[in-house]
């Protein structure tokens, strides 16, 4: 006994003295992580500072300093020519109608086509399914001009069905729900049918209220994509009627307010534009993550 407790003794002094060192390496490890972390979020977050900065600002004030965090005087008459000089309010309930309709449709149809990929057999499933993946691969730009000649053929160019059909379902969508359906255990869907439900009740009753967090994650994309869309609207609408946030915004930074930076006016308008999504983001910012969380362990 008395010479084993020799032979650990050297070992447990060299593993104390080589602790220090190993804590220090770790700590300055640690702090320069997270000296990167913060610089990036920094760098990231500035320019959103700076436009609610000078959505704040007088015009002077703005062009003579467009860099500066901090408004002098601080001024809401931004926000003030926002509602009585644009047609804001239009804008917003042209997005709030659409973005709440593509969302509805997305969510529903792709999940049907999500659920009909991953449990359906059929002929051609997975050439269907190839054919979905690779849209998504396929950047938008290259559809403007068949989109803009099928609207027109169809006969709804410059209308609300045009800012809604054609995108109501999103090949993303349909991905992310068939990914998560699958990894749903068929035995659930077999004690459904047992008890003699159908193939839409059993999707609608039993598996879709199993598929709640990746329903609020194409939820929250599918509102924010709408919300945010601008291509689309370039080739389906020309009437200012009908025109969304984004198409509106676009209209004002082109110059259709007339001379002058109006660096207030425009990134007023900016940052209203920005609350709903950032607003349906953080109420639901948990059950997106534990979504993508659940996502990742089962995948």
């Known amino acids: 006994m008395p010479a084993t407790r020799d032979r650990n003794a050297p070992s447990r002094t060299a593993g104390r003295s080589r602790n220090p060192g190993m804590e220090a390496r770790s700590l300055v490890s640690t702090f320069a992580g997270y000296a990167i972390l913060v610089f990036f979020a920094l760098l990231f977050l500035y320019p959103f500072v700076i436009q609610v900065a000078n959505a704040f600002k007088t015009d002077p ?10 408004p002098d005087p601080v001024s809401l008459a931004g926000f003030e ?56 691969a396929v950047p938008g730009v290259v559809l403007f001009i068949p989109k803009f000649l099928v609207l ?8 609300y069905t ?39 009740r059993t999707f609608w009753s039993v598996v879709l209220p199993m598929a709640r967090p990746a329903l609020i994650t194409l939820t929250i994309i599918s509102f924010q994509g709408s919300w945010n869309e601008f291509p689309h609207t370039l080739v389906a609408v020309q009437d200012p009627s009908l025109f969304t946030l984004p198409r509106g915004l676009a209209d004002l930074v082109s110059g259709s307010l007339g001379s002058g930076t ?16 950032a607003i349906i983001f953080v109420v639901f910012q948990r059950y997106f993550i534990r979504g993508a969380n659940e996502g990742a362990e089962k995948g």
């Open 152 to 159: 027109n053929q169809l006969g709804i160019y410059d209308s």
């Open 262 to 277: 109006q660096y207030p006016l425009k990134l007023g308008a900016a940052l209203l534009a920005t609350i709903p999504v």
């Open 162 to 200: 045009a800012l809604i059909l054609p995108v109501i379902a999103d090949a993303a969508g349909v991905f992310i729900m068939k990914q998560f359906f699958e990894s749903i255990p068929v035995s659930v869907e077999e004690a459904a049918r047992i008890d003699g439900a159908g193939v839409f």
């Open 81 to 136: 020519r926002v509602f009585s000089g644009t047609d804001m309010p239009l804008w917003l309930g042209n997005s709030l109608l659409v973005t709440v309709v593509l969302t509805v449709g997305r969510v529903f149809l792709d999940s049907l086509a999500g659920y009909a990929l991953a449990r359906l057999r059929f002929r051609g499933r997975r050439a269907l399914f190839t054919v979905i993946v690779a849209v998504i």
């Open 61 to 70: 004030d703005a062009a003579a300093n467009p860099l500066s965090p901090i």
